[in-house]
C-alpha cells in the first residue's frame, strides 16, 4: 500500500504533461476540438489563456515526476499540493465560474479528486513526523 501515493504521483505528472501539451500546443487549445466550447468571440485571449494554463502543467508534471524518481521523501507534499489544485479546480468548475458547457474535465477532475485525496491520506498515514528543527540538524 505505501507504493500508492507514489503511483497516483506519478500518473498526475503525466496527466499534467499530457493535458499541459493539448492546452499548449493544440491549436484551440483544447477549447473547441476537445471542450465544445464556443470560441468566435475572444478566440485570441482564450486560447492564450490556455496556453499559459498548458505550460504551468506541464512545469508541475516535470516536477512530479522528478519526485517520483529522485525524492520519494516529497511525494505526501507535491500530492498534497495536487489535491489543493484539483479541489480548485473542481469548485471553480462546478460552483464559483462554471462553464456554459460540461466539459470532459470536469468529471474527469472529480475522479481524480478523490483518488488524490484517498493518496494522500496514505501518504500521511505512512510518512513519519518529524519535526521541522530536529529535521534540519
Known sequence: MRWIPTAVLALMGLINLGRGAIHTFTADGGARSIAGLDLSSNRETIVSFLATLGLVQM???????YVVARRRDLVALFLAMQTVDTLLA???LYFWRPL??????QPFNLVLLFVQMAALALALRSSPSVPAARAAT
Open 59 to 65: 512545469a508541475k508534471g516535470v516536477f512530479e515526476l
Open 100 to 105: 456554459p458547457v460540461t466539459v470532459p474535465g
Open 90 to 92: 473542481v469548485g471553480n
